[in-house]
């Protein structure tokens, strides 16, 4: 699956100022995300607001975006819930829009056992056909995917590779070890990315590639050319940045203040998530004026 490319954008979703989605604005920003570094993009991941959305949302966004997008870039879609035949039937509708691949996060409150995890992914993607990234992100699921139940759903053809936010690197190399030779890891967490890079992973599926895409796209390329110190001081360098993107309020709320702050319009934010107080608000935007923003801005 190397079309879907090492740099995805976790996108976010653009509101109207009514709080409507604004599909025109989505497909612009996915457009210049392509722009500017980017292979492909995620909509309605956990950036994207998905739990806010509803169906009829999603499937448009899917179809709007990857009519904006063609054949330049990768549309993957996020279907997947805590409910495994709504994520089927959405899974399957989404097919329908045209997108490239789907984004299965592991189902969220319930807490199912590794086993259940196994059916619940199993089910999704002997139902679509469609490539399957499985997501983990154990810190706001509050269930880890082992690597021995992740290598068991490397073996469903279809399931391509995993994004993986555990931030444990052991987990993450066991798993690159002992997948089949064309699954392929992409960090969930930015600041992990050069680390799952060292260890044979493929890329990131990445927030703060919405401001700085050409510079990541720099230091995945300059690591895979052997340029290892290259890579390590654009790594530094961004790690300011994504650390105020992911702890300054909760994701996307920092993202989405920066992209505003720079003049990239994406609406505010729909309950239970709210605008950032006061002072990560100044934070976010300090953090922004000190880097090289690579998104073209049309004011």
Same mark, same amino acid.
């Given at each position: ?7 995805? #954008? ?12 604004? $599909? ?25 607001? *998905? ?14 975006? +990857? ?8 549309? @993957? ?18 097919? =329908? ?10 189902? $969220? ?7 259940? %995890? ?5 089910? %999704? ?8 990234? %499985? $997501? ?5 699921? *509050? ?21 993986? *936010? ?30 799952? /890079?060292?260890?044979?992973? $493929?890329?990131? %599926? ?6 700085? =895409?050409?510079?990541? +796209? ?15 001081? @654009? ?5 300011? /940045?994504?650390?105020?993107?992911? #702890? ?7 993202? +989405?203040?920066? !992209? ?7 609406? =505010?934010?729909?309950?239970? !998530? ?9 934070? @976010?935007?300090?953090?922004? +004026?000190?880097?090289?923003?690579? !998104?073209?801005?049309?004011?």
């Amino acid at each position: 699956m190397s079309q879907i490319g090492r740099l995805l #954008t976790a996108m976010v979703t653009p509101f109207t100022p009514e709080g409507a989605v604004d $599909y025109a604005q989505a497909g612009r920003l996915a457009l210049a995300l392509l722009e500017s570094g980017s292979n492909g993009v995620v909509v309605t991941g956990t950036t994207g607001e *998905a739990p806010t959305l509803t169906a009829e949302e999603k499937l448009r966004l899917f179809a709007e975006v +990857k009519r904006a997008v063609g054949d330049a870039g990768a549309v @993957i879609a996020g279907t997947s819930s805590y409910n495994t035949a709504e994520s089927v039937e959405l899974s399957q509708e989404a097919k =329908g829009t045209g997108v490239d691949g789907l984004l299965l996060t592991c189902p $969220y409150y319930n807490k199912p056992t590794q086993e259940g %995890i196994f059916r619940h992914f199993e089910a %999704i993607a002997r139902a679509t056909g469609l490539p399957c990234i %499985i $997501y983990n992100i154990p810190g706001r699921t *509050a269930v880890n995917i082992t690597a021995d139940t992740m290598v068991r759903l490397s073996r469903i053809p279809n399931i391509v590779g995993a994004k993986e *936010a555990s931030g444990n690197l052991e987990q993450v190399a066991q798993i690159i070890e002992n997948t089949r030779e064309d699954f392929l890891v992409w960090s969930g967490n930015d600041g992990d990315t050069l680390p799952i /890079l060292s260890v044979g992973g $493929y890329g990131v %599926i990445c927030v703060v590639s919405h401001l700085v =895409g050409h510079q990541m +796209k720099e230091m995945i390329e300059a690591y895979l050319a052997g340029r290892v110190e290259e890579a390590a001081r @654009i790594h530094r360098g961004l790690l300011p /940045l994504m650390g105020t993107l992911m #702890t300054a309020a909760s994701n996307p709320i920092p993202i +989405k203040h920066a !992209l505003n702050t720079v003049g990239f319009q994406v609406g =505010g934010l729909r309950l239970p !998530l709210c605008e950032p107080d006061p002072a990560a608000a100044e934070k @976010i935007a300090a953090e922004v +004026k000190r880097h090289r923003i690579d !998104l073209p801005v049309t004011v």
